[in-house]
Every structure is written in structure tokens, then in C-alpha cells.
């Protein structure tokens, strides 16, 4: 391994961690003004112009507050807890393809920290050790209302991830391969994924919504029965980075939908792009073309938090298991059907 | 007999390995040794993670991650669940009679006879795998030689697989039907 390399992907990683982090503190403020706008209100408009400077204040805010702890045995875990869960947050953006490639200083760069095999099994793990944050948090706190909050989530991330995880092999079934790269390079042009998978894109965003905690789906904090849910018991910058990690995980699991479902980097006219401007201006096109859709879906969350109200746990439970469920297996089915037909086709004797 | 390793010029991946024994073994430990039955669980989770290391380390990524979706990611997380909504203390904890401690110390006598026996005995077999030129990192070889050679366990595993699951649903049921 040459140093180049090392140097051009921590610059990558750099890079994408900063981005995380960006998107996330305008998330908040983006949240709150989209809430406004819902509502027919301005929206926070203190902070430099517009508010433009209001995630800055909020997080000045949240450092300053006084730090309190309850009184739990278990401390150390109760400091693990949002530690895990602003990690777990962070570890997805990994295997993204952010871009096809540049040819800058006489080398091709590929805009992804690294292009495993697996890569889309590596995303449903993340996804799927992101319980532990909010339930040893929870737990840690000491207090019944935190418990019942993480018990909650975990359930229901447990529960949605079986949909999710099902309506990802009917995507697999139709790509061929794990590798998120591949799966990019695939939809080039107008191919996008969502036009041949549509139930699989619904059962996807649906469950991508559990997953993030957030509403229809939150009751893990729901304020009329749990107080604040499994974050009750936590102040100061702990509380800051548990809903930090919330809006970090929305903007990764857009970026996700956007890549699976919705072409990543591809827009119309890019291999024209390529062709009539070069590499580097076609890919910086290609970057915004997929921030763009990162940022329809984020707006498409809050759209949702400020029209939809929260589910009822039964009928949560019941979406999960006997409706999302049964419909990616048939999912599954009518893609093996499809791929299959000139087979099937033979066989029948038509 | 055992050879001890030698330290000084060890590799990158050998100094990898032994760091995460170390972590395998000693968060095994911890699991059996903790008193409070989530600590338990949480040293059990680190201890798969770090499985799934040696799994890295023998370029076995798919099965490194399946381990850890399957493993902490589903079934230490349901645990979690389980210890938690049960509330176990220490002072619940049964006070075990003599002849079972008894009983326990010698079948670890035995266990460890055992152990000591299978390692004097044992030859290494590392020397002897041959190359097949095929690589196993990738899904695709992986799943051809599972459907293909391996055709008849795998859909074995997945009828015993979808038994089980039939069964602990029928079992949680009847008791619902009785209440």
C-alpha cells in the first residue's frame, strides 16, 4: 500500500466525517424552520441572518449546561451510552460511493472510503449494533421511564429490521452484488432502482423511518407516556449527541435510499457530461446531483414528523410483522419470477 | 508439545491475534465471572466482536459480518432484552447446595483433563490446506460452492432453521391459550 493512498482516503474520510457533521447541525435548524413553515410560523430568525447561525448557538448551548448525573451504579455505561450511539451513527458513511471518480494529480480518485465486498451486509450490521447506544443508555440511567423508552426502540428496531433486510434481497436479487459501487454504477442514466422495485423502495423508506427513531414511528420518546424516553435521564452535551446522532443517522440512511433506490451520483446526461467536459466537472455535477436527493429525502422526514401522527405500539408492531413482512416475501417471489420467466416459459412448454 | 510464540519478531497479524485473544478470552471470562447478569451480557457482546476479528484476520469477511449481525446484533440484543425486563439482582441470586458445587469443580477437573490431553495431542494442521486459486472473500464464489456442493446441508439448515422458529412461536402460544 502506497502512502498516496493513505493520504488521499483519510483526506476522503476527513472529509465525509465533516460533511456528517455538517448536515446534521443544519438538520436541526432545517427541522425547526420546515416545522415553522408547516405550521405558518417564521422559525428561529435570532441567529445571524435568517437563523442561519442557530445550530452554532444550540450547540454552544448544550456545551455550557450543567452536566448532571443520576445516581446509578453503572456510570461507565451511562457515559458508553451516547458515545455508542454517535458511533454507530458515524461508521455507516463508510462504504458510501459519494461520486464516480476524479483524475486529479495524474490519478484516479475514487470518492469512497473503501469499496468492500460486502458492503451493503456491513450497513444492515451498523444498522443493526445502533440498538446497543439507546438500550445501555437507557438501561444505564437507572429509571423506569429510560428502560421502558430503550426497551421500546430496541424492539421496534429489532422488528423493522427483518422488513428491511428482506426488501434489501429482492434489490440483491435484481443487482447481483453487495458492493455499493457496483450497485452505483448500475443505475447509470435514468436506471434508477426505484423504477423497477417501487414495493421494495416503500417497504425501505418505511422501515428507514423505524430505524431513525423517528415519527410515525417514535415512540421510544414519546413525551405523554415516557417523559423523554430512554434520553430522560441525560443533560448537557450526553443529550446533545443522542439527538445529534439522530439527525446524522437520517442523513446517512437518505444517503442510503439514495444510493440503493434512486441512482447515487447518476443524473441524466452524465456519460454526455463526461464526454463534452471532462471527468472532474461531470463528477462534481454528479456529487450535487446526489446532495439534492439526500436533501428531498431529509425534507421528505421532516415533511412526515409534522404531518403523520405517532402510532399506537400494537399497531406499530402489527405494520412490522404482518403487513411489511408478508409483502417483501412476495416481493422477493415476484422478482425470483421475473428473473426467472424465460425458464419458467420453457419449462411450461409456451 | 506448545510452542511459545515468539514476541520479538512477531508480525503485524500476529500481534493482531494476540491482542484480540486476549480480548476474546479475557471478556469470555469476565461474562462467566461478572455478578450482574447485564455486565455479563455487555463482556458477551465484546467477546463476539472480537470473534468476528479473527474472522477479519482470516480473510473471511462475509462470515465476520454475518457474525456479528446474527450474533450482536440479533440475539445479544434480545438477551439484553430478556435480562433487562427481568430485573435480575444479586440478592435473587439461588443459593447453590453443597454436592452441586462439588459437582461443578469436578467436571471442570475433568473438562480441563480433557483440554490438557487434546493439546498435547494435537497437531497443527495449518501446514496442510492447499490453494484452490478460488476466492473465498467474494459472495459469489461463496454462494455457488454453498448452492452448488453444499446444496443439501444448507437447505437442511433452513428447514431446522424454520422448525425452530415454528416451534418457539406453537410453544409461546399454548402457554397464552391456557392463562
Given at each position: 500500500m502506497d502512502s498516496t493512498l493513505i493520504i488521499e482516503k483519510s483526506v476522503i474520510i476527513l472529509v465525509v466525517f465533516a460533511i456528517t457533521m455538517l448536515m446534521a447541525m443544519y438538520s436541526t435548524l432545517a427541522e425547526r424552520k420546515v416545522a415553522a413553515w408547516l405550521q405558518d410560523r417564521i422559525g428561529p430568525n435570532r441567529a445571524g441572518k435568517g437563523g442561519i447561525l442557530q445550530p452554532l448557538a444550540d450547540g454552544l448551548k448544550l456545551f455550557a449546561k450543567e452536566e448532571f448525573e443520576p445516581d446509578t451504579p453503572n456510570r461507565f455505561l451511562f457515559f458508553t451510552g451516547p458515545a455508542l450511539a454517535m458511533t454507530t451513527a458515524l461508521m455507516t458513511s463508510a462504504v458510501i460511493p459519494w461520486g464516480d471518480k476524479f483524475h486529479l494529480f495524474g490519478r484516479d480518485i475514487i470518492l469512497q472510503a473503501t469499496d468492500i465486498d460486502v458492503a451493503l451486509l456491513y450497513l444492515i450490521g451498523v444498522m443493526s449494533i445502533g440498538v446497543y447506544g439507546i438500550m445501555i443508555g437507557g438501561w444505564a440511567s437507572n429509571n423506569k421511564f429510560s428502560l421502558i423508552g430503550a426497551v421500546r426502540a430496541a424492539s421496534q428496531m429489532i422488528s423493522?429490521?427483518?422488513?428491511?433486510?428482506?426488501?434489501?434481497?429482492?434489490?440483491?436479487?435484481?443487482?447481483?452484488?453487495?458492493?455499493?459501487?457496483?450497485?452505483?454504477?448500475?443505475?447509470?442514466?435514468?436506471?434508477?432502482?426505484?423504477?423497477?422495485?417501487?414495493?421494495?423502495?416503500?417497504?425501505?423508506?418505511?422501515?428507514?423511518?423505524?430505524?431513525?427513531?423517528?415519527?410515525?414511528?417514535?415512540?421510544?420518546?414519546?413525551?405523554?407516556?415516557?417523559?423523554?424516553?430512554?434520553?430522560?435521564?441525560?443533560?448537557?452535551?450526553?443529550?446533545?449527541?443522542?439527538?445529534?446522532?439522530?439527525?446524522?443517522?437520517?442523513f446517512i440512511s437518505s444517503t442510503i435510499l439514495a444510493v440503493l433506490f434512486f441512482g447515487g451520483y447518476n443524473y441524466p446526461g452524465m456519460s454526455w457530461a463526461v464526454e463534452n467536459w471532462g471527468v472532474n466537472i461531470a463528477n462534481v455535477i454528479g456529487i450535487g446531483a446526489l446532495f439534492v436527493k439526500i436533501c428531498g429525502f431529509i425534507f421528505l422526514y421532516m415533511w412526515v414528523r409534522w404531518t403523520i401522527p405517532r402510532f399506537r405500539y400494537d399497531q406499530l408492531m402489527h405494520l412490522g410483522w404482518r403487513i411489511l413482512i408478508p409483502l417483501a416475501i412476495v416481493n422477493i417471489m415476484i422478482t425470483g419470477i421475473v428473473i426467472l420467466r424465460a425458464e419458467i416459459f420453457a419449462y411450461l412448454g409456451f | 508439545m506448545i510452542n511459545i510464540p515468539d514476541f520479538a519478531n512477531a508480525s503485524a497479524v500476529q500481534i493482531i491475534f494476540c491482542v484480540l485473544a486476549?480480548?476474546?478470552?479475557?471478556?469470555?471470562?469476565?461474562?462467566?465471572?461478572?455478578?450482574?447478569?447485564?455486565?455479563?451480557?455487555?463482556?458477551?457482546?465484546?467477546?463476539?466482536?472480537?470473534?468476528?476479528?479473527?474472522?477479519?484476520?482470516?480473510?473471511?469477511?462475509?462470515?465476520?459480518?454475518?457474525?456479528?449481525?446474527?450474533y450482536s446484533g440479533a440475539i445479544m440484543i434480545l438477551f439484553l432484552f430478556t435480562i433487562m425486563l427481568m430485573n435480575l439482582n444479586e440478592k435473587k441470586e439461588v443459593h447453590r447446595p453443597r454436592i452441586t458445587r462439588l459437582g461443578a469443580i469436578v467436571s471442570f477437573v475433568l473438562i480441563s483433563l480433557i483440554l490438557i490431553a487434546i493439546f498435547i495431542n494435537s497437531k497443527p494442521i495449518v501446514g496442510e490446506y492447499t490453494s484452490t486459486g478460488e476466492d473465498y472473500q467474494s459472495i459469489k464464489v461463496l454462494g455457488k460452492v454453498l448452492l452448488n456442493e453444499y446444496m443439501v446441508p444448507f437447505e437442511f439448515a433452513s428447514v431446522l432453521l424454520l422448525v425452530a422458529m415454528i416451534g418457539s412461536v406453537l410453544l409461546s402460544k399454548k402457554e397464552k391459550l391456557e392463562k
Open positions: 423493522y429490521e427483518v422488513a428491511m433486510g428482506l426488501s434489501l434481497i429482492a434489490l440483491l436479487m435484481m443487482t447481483g452484488t453487495l458492493s455499493l459501487r457496483e450497485i452505483s454504477a448500475q443505475q447509470a442514466g435514468l436506471n434508477w432502482n426505484v423504477f423497477y422495485q417501487p414495493l421494495s423502495f416503500f417497504i425501505f423508506l418505511i422501515c428507514a423511518f423505524a430505524e431513525t427513531n423517528r415519527t410515525p414511528f417514535d415512540l421510544a420518546e414519546c413525551e405523554t407516556e415516557l417523559v423523554g424516553g430512554y434520553h430522560t435521564e441525560y443533560s448537557s452535551m450526553k443529550m446533545g449527541f443522542y439527538l445529534f446522532a439522530e439527525y446524522a443517522n437520517m | 486476549f480480548i476474546t478470552l479475557l471478556t469470555a471470562f469476565l461474562t462467566i465471572y461478572s455478578r450482574n447478569p447485564i455486565h455479563s451480557a455487555i463482556y458477551l457482546v465484546i467477546c463476539f466482536f472480537s470473534i468476528a476479528g479473527h474472522y477479519f484476520l482470516l480473510n473471511a469477511q462475509f462470515l465476520a459480518i454475518v457474525h456479528i449481525i446474527v
